[in-house]
């Protein structure tokens, strides 16, 4: 016959009770309740042993085997009563009450405070602002004072050129016409010089005027013949200038009519050069032009050099008869600087 836990031995019977493998139901135990059953639990299993051991037992024969059939209860999850699994949660140690650490004060302790908390802070650049001076060369143009301005001195203008060999009063000289002309007595005034140009049908002749009716003044004029030809003819002379001097040049020249009159001019070269044909000699016509009459002329200029040249100089157009010139009386006065 087989016993368990829960069988009981009669005479003539064998009664066996099982009992129903009980029903698991889920249950979630909090720390703080399962720290409180351990305890309970702690208390009462030593006195439980002491009931469960003293009280009305089964005893076993002497002398029969025991056997005994041990079950295991199966736990079975009711699906009405089924939740969702709780979320997994880590477990949490729990100390017995008695071994817990007790924190008992040193009244004789230095109280210490507890390290700051590191400084996170973002850090603070201190700039200390410092002047750099940086040493520049700097070239400055000193302008010297201007010394005080000097009076111009004061420059004595020349004495006028006249009379004499200006007035054509001196000798004259024998002059031979360059181009081989006939020219019996020809002759010029001393101090000037005679130029003539060879036309178709020659060139002048100079002479020496004696005849009083052509005399502007004194007792002498120079002659320029001009009769059947057609050409240029005059005299010239050079004299010293002063630079930023003012000159004024006055002629007299009278012509005999002609079909063709007789074109008189007065030329100046500043710079002193002899070629009547030279493009540095002005040219200014004569302020008149009557026949058979003294006709005056007058030009005013300033000198840019150190020597000027007069040219007085008639031009007969066309070879007709008549056209004979004289001139007479020719000055040079300085005005001074402008």
Request: glycine letters at 8%.
């Amino acid at each position: 016959m087989n016993f368990d836990k829960n069988s009981r031995q009669t005479d003539s019977l064998s009664v066996t009770y099982r009992q129903q493998p009980p029903t698991l139901l889920p249950v979630t135990l909090q720390p703080a309740t399962l720290l409180l059953a351990t305890l309970l639990l702690a208390t009462l299993l030593p006195s439980l042993a002491c009931v469960i051991g003293g009280s009305g037992g089964t005893a076993i024969p002497v002398g029969r085997p025991a056997s005994f059939e041990v079950q295991t209860a199966t736990p079975t999850l009711n699906p009405q009563l089924a939740t969702s699994a709780p979320a997994q949660t880590e477990p949490e140690v729990v100390l017995p009450l008695g071994s817990a650490p007790t924190d008992t004060p040193d009244l004789n302790a230095t109280p210490t405070l507890p390290p700051p908390p590191p400084d996170t802070s973002t850090p603070i650049q201190l700039i200390t602002p410092t002047l750099e001076l940086t040493p520049t060369l700097a070239l400055t143009q000193e302008v010297a004072a201007a010394p005080p301005t000097k009076p111009k001195p004061v420059v004595e203008p020349d004495p006028p050129l006249q009379g004499g060999d200006w007035d054509f009063e001196t000798e004259f000289i024998p002059w031979p016409n360059p181009y081989g002309e006939p020219c019996p007595g020809a002759r010029v005034a001393a101090g000037w010089t005679a130029f003539v140009e060879n036309g178709p049908y020659g060139s002048s002749c100079m002479n020496e005027n004696l005849y009083q009716p052509n005399v502007f003044s004194g007792l002498k004029s120079q002659e320029m013949t001009f009769d059947f030809i057609a050409a240029n003819s005059g005299v010239l002379r050079t004299i010293p200038t002063k630079v930023g001097h003012r000159y004024q040049v006055v002629a007299h020249a009278k012509n005999d009519r002609s079909i063709a009159p007789v074109q008189m001019a007065l030329g100046l070269d500043l710079t002193g050069g002899g070629d009547w044909t030279s493009g540095a000699v002005q040219w200014f016509p004569w302020d008149n032009t009557a026949e058979d009459t003294w006709n005056p002329t007058e030009e005013t200029i300033t000198a840019t050099g150190e020597s000027m040249t007069i040219f007085i100089k008639g031009f007969h157009p066309m070879a007709d008869q008549g056209g004979k010139t004289v001139i007479d009386t020719v000055s040079v006065t300085d005005l001074g600087p402008e």
